[in-house]
Nanobody
Framework: QLQASGGGLVQAGESLRLPCVAS????????VGWFRQAPGKERECVAS????????LYSDSVKGRFTISRDNAKNMVLLQMNSLKPEDTAAYYC?????????????????WGQGTQVTVSS
């Protein structure tokens, strides 16, 4: 089971940190991605990290503001979100990829956790 948490209501410019924890399973051999889905929009990948953490990918919309990291010993992946904007408002999900390679392709992900809501007010 993947459990995402840390969401909440913040003002523009503030920060949030979203942990994704794997329980009952590990994802030490899998890349992990963070996705978000706003109402009426498709789910998009905002960040991905390879299983060893050596490669990270970001969408253009969050590059320079979000940082993904992982601690395989703790079965945890973190998404640090700084300088939040109202357009970052969405439900955020973590997911494990089928391979160890970081990817932003949604079809490459096979196991999804429940989302956590992030709301950024202006």
């Amino acid at each position: 089971q993947l459990q995402a948490s840390g969401g909440g209501l913040v003002q523009a410019g503030e920060s949030l940190r979203l942990p994704c924890v794997a329980s009952g399973r590990t994802f030490s051999n899998n890349a992990v991605g963070w996705f978000r889905q706003a109402p009426g929009k498709e789910r998009e990948c905002v960040a991905s990290i390879s299983w060893r953490g050596g490669t990270t990918l970001y969408s253009d919309s969050v590059k320079g503001r979000f940082t993904i990291s992982r601690d395989n010993a703790k079965n945890m992946v973190l998404l640090q979100m700084n300088s939040l904007k109202p357009e970052d408002t969405a439900a955020y999900y973590c997911a494990t990829a089928r391979s160890s390679v970081a990817t932003t392709s949604r079809s490459s992900y096979s196991y999804w956790g429940q989302g956590t809501q992030v709301t950024v007010s202006s």
